[in-house]
């Protein structure tokens, strides 16, 4: 079992930045490529980034190429994901994921474990 908590959310203008974390316990971190999705109110849980167990190679969904940052910390066992040039469009809880994948897909069904999720708002 792997348990993982997110945090890092809150209220940015558009234009603004946020740096969500994402804490990881249990099973070795090492042992699992990460991802990070995003979920807005009626509607799917969608594919936003993703990084592989050494961190050697990221992932982005188009709208998020250039303006986010996946990144992983394995011996605080932490993933991050900074946000920048934030837009009223990125509002919405977002979700990080642990896979057994080598490549980490971008289906939420490739994923064994997730978190609660944290709330991320863009004011316009």
């Known amino acids: 079992q792997v348990q993982l908590v997110e945090s890092g959310g809150g209220l940015v203008q558009a234009g603004g930045s946020l740096r969500l974390s994402c804490a990881a316990s249990g099973r070795p971190f090492s042992d699992y490529a990460m991802g990070w999705f995003r979920q807005a109110p009626g509607k799917e849980r969608q594919f936003v980034a993703a990084?592989?167990?050494?961190?050697?190679?990221?992932y982005y969904t188009d709208s998020a190429k250039g303006r986010f940052a996946i990144s992983r910390d394995n011996a605080k066992s932490t993933v991050y994901l900074l946000m920048n040039s934030l837009k009223p469009e990125d509002t919405a809880v977002y979700y990080c994921a642990a896979t057994r994948y080598l490549a980490p897909p971008q289906s939420v069904g490739g994923y064994d474990y997730w978190g609660q999720g944290t709330q991320v708002t863009v004011s316009s």
């Open positions: 990084i592989t167990w050494a961190g050697t190679s990221t």
